[in-house]
T-cell receptor, first 116, second 111 residues
């Protein structure tokens, strides 16, 4: 059971570089999201998608882009990395069918990103 | 912006002790979830509560949703080292679209 798969697990970038964090889920979930987790601040929503072709901004979207061309994949792009983007990034998915508010978000194991 | 506060931020106890952690907000939430996160992994759902005053039990864990749906508590009876982790609460936002997470309580249970 793969669930939500994130790659890479670790990455070090230099300021100004760009990169894409990959996220794939095999549960046919409509909803997918990206969070960043920083010490003492919990999980903050970056972008989310309620279905293929639909994306929207979360709480902290600046410096990040997303796209959702398929149900399975939801990549997160850092356009020009900055030290403030050093964090642990989590991708999550959940169904949006009836009773979805009681359903769990399924998280990947995270990508640990350091920007030098 | 809806905010969730959690207390305490850190808690270190001995195996066998009881403990309660809290999740509070000035906002009303239609749905509130508790997750546990272990090092190097993503959060895993423990429970969802949706009705004011609701109490749910999961083995030694008891979850309560406040009557006004602004706060919640998690009580652990006879804590074990396996309970060690970061406990996060998350409330469904006013638009009914996304969950807002609290900063978490980091629990350490010493053998």
């Amino acid at each position: 059971n793969a669930g939500v798969t994130q790659t890479p697990k670790f990455q070090v970038l230099k300021t100004g570089q760009s990169m894409t964090l990959q996220c794939a889920q095999d549960m046919n979930h409509e909803y997918m999201s990206w969070y960043r987790q920083d010490p003492g601040m919990g999980l903050r929503l970056i972008h989310y998608s309620v279905g293929a072709g639909i994306t929207d901004q979360g709480e902290v979207p600046n410096g990040y882009n997303v796209s959702r061309s398929t149900t399975e994949d939801f990549p997160l792009r850092l356009l020009s990395a900055a030290p403030s983007q050093t964090s642990v990034y989590f991708c999550a998915s959940s169904p949006r069918t009836g009773g979805w508010r009681n359903q769990p978000q399924h998280f990947g194991d995270g990508t640990r990103l350091s920007i030098l | 912006t809806q905010l969730l506060e959690q207390s305490p931020q850190f808690l270190s106890i001995q195996e066998g002790e009881n403990l309660t952690v809290y999740c509070n907000s000035s906002s009303v939430f239609s749905s509130l979830q508790w997750y546990r996160q272990e090092p190097g992994e993503g959060p895993v759902l423990l429970v969802t509560v949706v009705t004011g005053g609701e109490v749910k039990k999961l083995k030694r864990l008891t979850f309560q949703f406040g009557d006004a749906r602004k706060d919640s508590s998690l009580h652990i009876t006879a804590a074990q080292p396996g309970d060690t982790g970061l406990y996060l609460c998350a409330g469904l936002d006013n638009y009914g679209q996304n969950f807002v997470f609290g900063p978490g309580t980091r629990l350490s249970v010493l053998p």
